[in-house]
């Protein structure tokens, strides 16, 4: 934001610079001078209060794509909470299953080193 205004404010005072050394190194009368200075000045100001419009304007879409963003994070997060939920009900008789599975291949190797070991 800090760059944006300085740029702004470059731009503002290059644009009066440049048109300053413009209107004073022509060769016109002095009514015609304050003319053109009127003139310059209305668009100036009229180009700062497009800009400050324009903004305005830029600023609310931040304000609602930030807030979007927000809500659609908060379902996605909600979402995979949801799922990750169901698929530990899936898995868990699966994991049951392999854990008795482990505990009889244990017993398996216990009966095998004893009989083994007579």
Same mark, same amino acid.
């Given at each position: ?8 404010? $470059? ?7 440049? $048109? ?80 008795? $599975? ?17």
């Amino acid at each position: 934001m800090a760059k944006t205004k300085s740029l702004l404010y $470059g731009f503002a005072i290059g644009t009066i610079i440049t $048109g300053a050394t413009a209107l004073l190194s022509a060769p016109k009368s002095g009514k015609d001078v304050r003319q053109d200075i009127k003139t310059r000045a209305a668009r100036l100001k009229g180009s700062f209060s497009a800009m400050k419009q324009n903004s305005i304007i830029l600023k609310e879409k931040v304000m609602f794509v930030s807030k979007e963003g927000k809500e659609a994070f908060k379902q996605a997060s909600a979402d995979l909470k949801k799922d990750i939920g169901h698929w530990k009900e899936d898995v868990q008789p699966n994991m049951e299953h392999i854990q008795d $599975g482990v505990k009889e291949i244990q017993g398996t190797i216990e009966e095998t080193k004893s009989t083994m070991a007579k």
